[in-house]
């Protein structure tokens, strides 16, 4: 199947610093991105959508300033924590879609996550 | 609006036992129903779907059928294994072909004991 990966899959960080998370489709063209935010035992919050070459559609709530997202290809989205705090800290995961010769368009392949610390 | 309801966990079974965890969803259109399963520390992983009423999804022994009169896919196995101790979420896409949002349960934790 379609293959979504993410970098780095661990990071801490000191209050304060930001943090870049990268999301990458490994072998199909991803026109939507999507940024999930998942607390312990929870299940997935959508922070925002983005689509290859446009601004990012935030959910309610989440903070554009504070999460900076750039989709800047059809393989690469990146999410980017600035002055991170403690309450930042959780496990993001990307998840995409788009055409491919594995894939399917109604279907999200989703990275596996990146647990960030915030010291 | 759209939204899914999940059977809530934790779950707990013995190796060989039959399972199922059930799931509801509202719906204005005709959506795509997916399910998920997390593995610890692991990001989600496409288990099955299905794209219409009566179509049945499957993989890996497990099953789900999409009924529409019941708004329900309910995911099931015959005989389940240690290796199957996840986190399932269900999941519905409502405009399949213009990449909408996914709308997903809130998860249920299995853990199969030998």
């Known amino acids: 199947g379609a293959v979504v990966s993410q970098h780095p899959s661990r990071v801490i960080c000191k209050s304060g610093t930001s943090v870049k998370i990268e999301c990458r489709s490994l072998d199909f063209q991803a026109t939507t991105m999507f940024w999930y935010r998942q607390f312990p035992k929870q299940s997935l919050m959508l922070m925002a959508t983005?689509?290859?070459?446009?601004?990012?559609?935030?959910e309610q709530g989440v903070e554009k300033d504070k999460f900076l997202i750039n989709h800047a290809s059809l393989t690469l989205s990146t999410l980017t924590v600035t002055s991170a705090h403690p309450e930042d800290s959780s496990f993001y995961i990307c998840?995409?879609?788009?055409?491919?010769?594995?894939?399917?368009?109604?279907?999200?392949?989703f990275g596996p996550g990146t647990r960030l610390t915030v010291l | 609006g759209d939204s899914v309801t999940q059977m809530e966990g934790p779950v707990t079974l013995s190796e060989e036992a039959f399972l199922t965890i059930n799931c509801t969803y509202t719906a204005t259109g005709y959506p795509s129903l997916f399910w998920y399963v997390q593995y610890p520390g692991e990001g989600l992983q496409l288990l099955l779907k299905?794209?219409?009423?009566?179509d049945k999804g499957s993989n890996k022994g497990f099953e789900a059928t999409y009924r529409k009169e019941t708004t329900s896919f309910h995911l099931e196995k015959g005989s389940v294994q240690v290796s199957d101790s996840a986190v399932y979420f269900c999941?519905?896409?409502?405009?399949?072909?213009?990449?909408?949002?996914?709308?997903f349960g809130t998860g249920t934790s299995l853990t199969v004991i030998p």
């Open positions: 999941a519905l896409s409502e405009e399949p072909n213009t990449g909408n949002q996914f709308y």
């Open positions: 998840s995409a879609r788009g055409q491919g010769l594995r894939t399917s368009t109604d279907t999200q392949y």
């Open positions: 983005s689509n290859e070459g446009s601004k990012a559609t935030y």
């Open positions: 299905a794209t219409k009423a009566d």
